[in-house]
């Protein structure tokens, strides 16, 4: 795999130095921390330190004409082989989208639609993933057929899909997952969106998620509040549903110029008719945009357990995000 995306790469260079013109776009970003974990859940954990990569990203994005345009996207993860932790890398996009009058048209391995809005404004996917997608209630990527655009003469948007429901793999079986979302901008401060996504399954274990979510931005203040909820049928080891809730706050300030800080707070009940098994997690930290294209960013991640026969997790990182 590694081979072919490289010669795929390499291919990709050649066409543009060929073509003598800024059709190719290249770009990347990296998440690179040091972290040292306080204390830990897993006690073989706690006292952990060291260097690591969480994200790299390398994506190419080439326009074919005014209405039609490709993306190619690379990311890098980690695996254990031999009990030896190395990086691999895999495909994350590769789709083409067509413009019409007022709809485009996504095909491919592309995003799901609930990403977008509350990662711009929670503004910090280099420390964590939103909520929804950190906590596997929704896939970031799946290969399907997606149509967004507007309705005519309003604020409001809307992005739907159909897709495999099996993240970055290939098919395996005859189930799908239906994806929407609507979006509107009541003015330049505030906005907010609905999702709702159903995927079926065998022997009824079907899956239905939806989300509400209020985003502002005035000044120098950005944030949101959203509401997520998971339905698994028949998923418990009783046989029985799985109601999933999860809510997050979050919000960034610039201090100064080159200068932010952020926080945010996350509830998430994997079960909310069991007992003891919700989880509390703060994440804050410092912002300092050292170049255009480069920050330092020291923070803090504590995760509190209901269960208190659990040790909670605290860690402490420096994260260096930069795009190149």
């Known amino acids: 795999m590694i081979k072919k995306i490289t010669f795929l790469i390499l291919t990709i260079f050649s066409?543009?130095?060929?073509?003598?013109?800024?059709?190719?776009?290249?770009?990347?970003?990296?998440?690179?921390?040091?972290?040292?974990?306080?204390?830990?859940?897993?006690?073989?954990?706690?006292?952990?330190?060291?260097?690591?990569?969480?994200?790299?990203?390398?994506?190419?994005?080439?326009?074919?004409?005014?209405?039609?345009?490709?993306?190619?996207?690379?990311?890098?993860?980690?695996?254990?082989?031999?009990?030896?932790?190395?990086?691999?890398?895999f495909l994350k996009d590769v789709y083409f989208q067509y413009k019409f009058s007022n709809v485009i048209l996504l095909a491919g391995l592309i995003p799901t639609p609930q990403?977008?809005?509350?990662?711009?404004?929670?503004?910090?996917?280099?420390?964590?993933?939103?909520?929804?997608?950190?906590?596997?209630?929704?896939?970031?990527?799946?290969?399907?057929?997606?149509?967004?655009?507007?309705?005519?003469?309003?604020?409001?948007?809307?992005?739907?899909?159909?897709?495999?429901?099996?993240?970055?793999?290939?098919?395996?079986?005859?189930?799908?997952?239906?994806?929407?979302?609507?979006?509107?901008?009541?003015?330049?401060?505030?906005?907010?969106?609905?999702?709702?996504n159903f995927a079926n399954a065998r022997d009824n274990k079907n899956y239905l998620y939806s989300r509400i979510g209020f985003y502002f931005s005035q000044n120098q203040l950005t944030g949101g509040f959203t509401a997520s909820g998971g339905l698994k049928q028949k998923s418990s080891p009783s046989n029985s549903d799985l109601k999933i809730l999860g809510l997050s706050l979050f919000g960034n300030l610039a201090l100064a110029q080159d200068l932010k800080s952020y926080l945010r707070f996350d509830l998430y009940d994997p079960n909310i008719n069991k007992a003891l098994d919700m989880?509390?997690?703060?994440?804050?930290?410092?912002?300092?945009?050292?170049?255009?294209?480069?920050?330092?960013?020291?923070?803090?991640?504590?995760?509190?357990y209901e269960n208190r026969n659990n040790s909670d997790d605290l860690i402490a990182r420096v994260t260096f995000y930069y795009q190149f």
Do not use: C
């Open 115 to 196: 990403l977008e809005i509350e990662e711009r404004y929670w503004g910090y996917r280099s420390i964590e993933k939103i909520q929804s997608d950190y906590r596997d209630l929704v896939s970031s990527r799946d290969v399907g057929i997606a149509f967004r655009g507007n309705f005519s003469s309003s604020n409001l948007n809307y992005w739907i899909m159909l897709g495999n429901n099996n993240s970055h793999g290939f098919e395996t079986e005859k189930y799908k997952r239906l994806y929407l979302q609507v979006v509107n901008k009541f003015s330049d401060i505030l906005s907010a969106s609905f999702d709702f």
């Open 15 to 89: 066409i543009q130095f060929l073509n003598g013109q800024s059709l190719v776009k290249q770009s990347g970003l990296a998440y690179f921390d040091y972290f040292y974990n306080i204390s830990r859940k897993d006690n073989s954990m706690k006292d952990l330190n060291g260097f690591q990569f969480r994200r790299v990203f390398y994506t190419v994005d080439f326009d074919v004409t005014n209405k039609l345009s490709t993306r190619f996207r690379v990311d890098a993860d980690a695996f254990d082989s031999n009990n030896r932790t190395r990086y691999y890398t």
């Open 279 to 304: 989880e509390y997690t703060l994440f804050a930290g410092l912002d300092y945009k050292l170049e255009k294209n480069l920050s330092i960013i020291p923070n803090l991640i504590f995760n509190y």
